[in-house]
């Protein structure tokens, strides 16, 4: 885990266009838990964050896009959207693109920018305020960080990796809010 971890961070430091010339599945697996752990980890440590920002009312999570987007779909059409179709959407226009870039000097400006992209299109999901806007770098943290381990794992296993790292840390979340608050 370690490893993964460290191979991770030096790889967002120096992204190049090189897969993982192990094919073994079950060292693949392994790596892909490695990293969903990673990333969900990322979102528990940053995202208490937004709440303190929300009792200084610099934000208001109560306006959440995301909430009005599934309020009132039933269970298990919010896990079809938001763990497959959504995953897979954002994983083929923000991931797809990156190994198009061939060239190592493309391919880092090209990694980076579609990661600010991926990350910074959630900005969205909150109401335009002033505030928002201001913090904005920190309120799309968690996707700025976990679009660069997608990314990571696309080049590395390949896209529908990606898209089911990506499914598979949303459906995490998605059924982390299904639970009843006490």
Request: hydrophobic letters at 50%; glycine letters at 6%.
């Amino acid at each position: 885990m370690k490893e993964t971890f460290f191979n991770l961070i030096n790889y967002l430091k120096n992204p190049v266009l090189e897969k993982d010339t192990n094919q073994d599945i079950n060292y693949r697996f392994k790596i892909f838990f490695y990293i969903l752990f990673i990333s969900i980890l990322t979102g528990i440590i940053i995202t208490p964050i937004f709440a303190l920002f929300e009792e200084m009312n610099w934000i208001n999570m109560d306006n959440h896009k995301v909430e009005e987007l599934f309020a009132g779909m039933n269970k298990l059409l919010i896990i079809l959207m938001g763990a497959i179709i959504v995953p897979a959407i954002e994983e083929v226009i923000f991931r797809g693109p990156i190994t198009a870039f061939k060239t190592p000097k493309s391919f880092k400006i090209g990694f980076y920018v579609l990661t600010l992209l991926f990350g910074f299109v959630h900005i969205t999901n909150f109401d335009f305020t002033t505030s928002v806007l201001l913090l904005s770098p920190i309120l799309v943290l968690p996707q700025l960080l976990v679009g660069g381990y997608f990314g990571y794992v696309r080049v590395r296993f390949g896209l529908h990796w990606s898209i089911l790292l990506h499914g598979s840390y949303n459906c995490f979340f998605i059924l982390l809010s299904f639970l009843p608050e006490s």
